[in-house]
């Protein structure tokens, strides 16, 4: 999905509302526990019950990793039942010497691999540039780079003095360098709200993912305030909040109705 | 297994060798492509012809991932298939908000999730401490955090100066008040030898993993003047090097032959 594609669908929707795939076994409705697939079962439900809603979905890779072979498988059946007008990001933070991480760029973009045909994958920069731009060279495919996180660790590194700047700026400016924004967005956690005009300063044109609205705490207001461009520019991302909206026969419409009232709310932003 | 252990195991081999277990199905002797599962049946053979000079094995996960859930049930049976007097690591440079990073340790921990239990994984260290710590909450597991890397990359950000040390070091200094040299290990570059003496400096008796030696060219001379300490305190990973030593039906034989020159040189300096 090119750049004013996902603009085009983010007026169309009146939503920048991604959708995390967080799907943990424990936490699942029992009635689905019986399924051969409960995962798939589960994503499934929550898929078409969200995909008017939603412009993007993130399936966390832990969370299939972690059931071992049959996880993986999951996680094929999801993304392939992902509507194609709507943007796929495999959030991998995977990042790694240039030969491993053209691996797993192959991993999440080529389908005759290991069956998985993302749009995009986050990257973790710690390791430099040639751990990243492995993943530049699928044509039409998009990195989305870790760069100030919404967990408390986040101040441990990211927001280390770096001359004038804080690390995470130093590593947004520097991966500027290396794709533009057609090709590049950054994840900014929603809890650092205040930290986003000073991003929008450096990166006025960039996608960012922002994770940390719901269960995390971040408020969608001031995320929308600070982040918003006229090209949209943002993709927020709920997880928990949506996908456990109830534990019972209804967690589907439950989901629904939280991802309607964000829409709903993101429609306001977008028009104001 | 333990520091002391480790440090045992090492005086006992006269090795500080780790084979990286980096299995690339494009790479492999062809007489071996028509068996059920090549990367098994060729990690089976190169863990046989080096068991006795190395101590550790670390299969890079990329290189399973890529292949699919197969790929995952290539990684399950090699595992079990390593010997228990060698140490296991995972090398999958994961890190996430910490329900997520709990999810990954669960994932390469506990045999009941993905069918894993290695001793160690690699984690990357941009998120900070919640995404860290969540590894350490498993008795007797080892966190292999990446400090400076291998690779050009590691310039970008790892040696960015941050007040008067730079980023690297002041990982290695923070890690340090997460857990003890009984449970963590630094990931240093064997291309990165220069900066081993300030290491010590800051990590006396931390293990350090150390890749990059062969392939990469990093000096086994170097790394080890600079790195071992009265313990061992050094792990040298060797991939490319020793798997693909040959590519007919010798590979095993030639394998054996590039780790037992390596086993050999450490054996010197082992007792100088």
Redo the contacts between chains.
Sequence with gaps: MTYSELSELIVRKQSYLCVGL?T?LQKLPHHLLTEPDPVFTFNKAIIDATADLAVAYKP?I??Y?????????SL?KTLDYIPVDCFTIADA??????N??G??A??FFNPT????NFDSVTV?????????TPFLEYAGKWVIL?AL??????????R????EQE?YQ??IE?AKRWAGPDRLMFVVGATQADELSRIREIAPDHFLLVPGVGA?GGSLADVSRHGLTAHGGLLVNASRSILYASNGLDFAEQARAEAKALQTEMAKYLNS
């Design positions: 967080d943990d966390n832990a969370f990793e972690a059931q071992g072979p049959r996880g993986w498988e094929q933070k995977r990042g790694d010497i240039g491993t991480s691996l797993y192959r991993t691999a290991a069956g998985l973790a920069p710690y390791m430099g540039a040639d751990s990243v870790l996180t919404s967990n408390s660790g986040s101040a441990d590194f990211q280390q003095a770096v001359g690390l130093v590593v520097t995390q």
